[in-house]
């Protein structure tokens, strides 16, 4: 072996988690220490932070800094444009109106996980808010009551559909198109001639859900008490995880670490909370999207369950080796988004007090799949985060409510979204081309 091994074994003997290994030139000559390089990047201190960035980069690891860069360029661009689009009452409804699109976009990660697509969530979340109000408005169902039967059929839906795909063979594209088709020609049969279900709204799920309404009752600690709460919870389970890992012996992050990022958590937060508390508060709306979006990655990234999605979206036959039940984890993925689509449609219901013709319709399913793949997720299996569902339509709000504030046409809206797709799909491309040629993919 090289003097270099040698030096690392002589000069390092102190650092934990140490594999051993004889040199692959000599047989026979004695084991030497091999360290795990994510521990020399933290021995390195911020130096091996910015060369594990570097590598990364090269790698084709961009992870979510694409987004995150062309948010900060979007949001200064309008801004120059015109003075309001960061205004505390524009941010409101950025953060309002991109959760009812939001909640497609987590079911669609899941699908996306395991390189397919699911073009029917716009008619089943259209279904699922004139299903709720025909169960409460013309048979006087209790409207929490009709709020779990509408979430269940779109579970049932998207279970068919799984089942359908895995069980069949059928391709998903094909499955999922007929049930685009199948279940907006129903919602249009039960909407009738009138086109139109008006929903009261002063109570029940649509009251929770409209504009109008605010978590805690726009009391202004509200805002507040989430933000603490999102800090509290990065904090103990950041310190949970470090203690977790020390003990099973491997590579964790230093306290320095976690503090900073808990502490760069704390002023985004607050911050958040701050210029939504100028508005009217925190919409209960957003408060259930971004519940929604802290229990989805628990799952996806904590669970058994979690990693054979992605193992799934990896290899269908290395997933089948490891004992994994393909169709299964193929179905119950297609009943995820079946029932994310239909607590979609009751946001949708929320914001208009209605079910009508247009619920679930015109661009909601591009719009869906454009915020999961901007955001991050591949649209080729086996990488991406939920998380990718609020960033990506972040990205889609703040264009669509910026071009509002400009006048521009609804066509300039579609041809600059259009785009942005296209730009995140070519730099996932591009991303798992420079993974492959290094070797990580």
Do not use: C
């Not at 805690?216 to 507040?224: F, R, T, V």
């Not at 995880?241 to 099973?248: F, L, T």
């Amino acid at each position: 072996m090289s003097d270099t091994s040698n030096t690392v074994s002589k000069e390092e003997p102190e650092l934990e988690h140490q594999n051993t290994v004889a040199p692959a030139d000599d047989p026979t000559a004695a084991p030497v220490s091999v360290v795990d390089p994510r521990l020399l990047v933290r021995e390195e201190g911020f130096k091996g932070y910015l060369t594990e960035f570097k590598r990364k980069v090269k790698g084709g690891e961009l992870g979510s800094l694409p987004v995150v860069v062309g948010l900060i360029v979007i949001w200064t661009i309008f801004q120059l444009q015109n003075d309001r689009f960061l205004s505390a009452d524009n941010l409101s409804n950025i953060t309002y109106f991109m959760s009812a699109t939001g909640m497609l976009a987590i079911g669609l990660v899941f699908v996306l996980l395991l390189g397919e697509i699911d073009l029917s969530v716009g008619s089943v979340s259209g279904l699922a808010s004139t299903l709720f109000a025909v169960f409460v408005v013309t048979h006087g169902l209790n409207p929490w009551l009709g709020l779990v039967l509408a979430i269940l059929i779109g579970i049932g839906i998207g279970a068919l559909h799984g089942w359908i795909f895995a069980k069949i063979g059928v391709p998903a594209f094909v499955v999922t198109l007929a049930g685009f088709l199948g279940w907006n020609g129903l919602m249009l049969w039960l909407l009738g001639s009138s086109g139109t279900i008006n929903i009261p709204s002063d109570s029940g799920p649509v009251h929770l859900l409209g504009q109008s309404s605010f978590f805690m009752d726009q009391a202004i600690i509200g805002a507040y008490l989430l933000a603490g709460l999102g800090v509290l919870s990065l904090l103990v389970g950041s310190f949970m995880d470090q203690k977790r890992r020390k003990a099973a012996g491997v590579p964790f992050r230093p306290t320095s670490e976690i503090l900073l990022r808990v502490i760069a958590l704390g002023v985004a937060s607050f911050a958040a909370a701050a210029v939504l508390n100028n508005a009217s508060g925190v919409s209960n709306a957003l408060v259930i999207f971004l519940a929604a979006l802290v229990i989805v990655d628990f799952v996806l990234r904590r669970t058994t369950y979690g990693r054979k999605i992605f193992a799934v979206g990896g290899g269908i036959e290395a997933a089948r080796r490891a004992g994994i039940s393909v169709p299964m984890i193929r179905i119950t993925v297609f009943a995820i988004s079946g029932g994310f689509a239909a607590i979609g449609g009751m946001f949708f219901a929320g914001q208009t007090a209605s079910a009508t013709l247009n619920a679930g319709g015109g661009n909601t399913l591009m719009l869906a799949i454009a915020a999961a793949v901007i955001g991050g997720t591949s649209l080729f299996g086996g990488r991406g985060s939920v998380w990718s569902a609020l960033l990506g339509m972040l990205v889609i709000q703040s264009i669509q409510t910026g071009l509002d504030l400009l006048n521009m046409n609804t066509s300039i809206q579609y041809m600059i979204t259009g785009a942005v797709l296209l730009g995140a799909v070519v730099i996932d491309s591009v991303s798992r081309r420079s993974q492959k040629a290094a070797g990580r993919a």
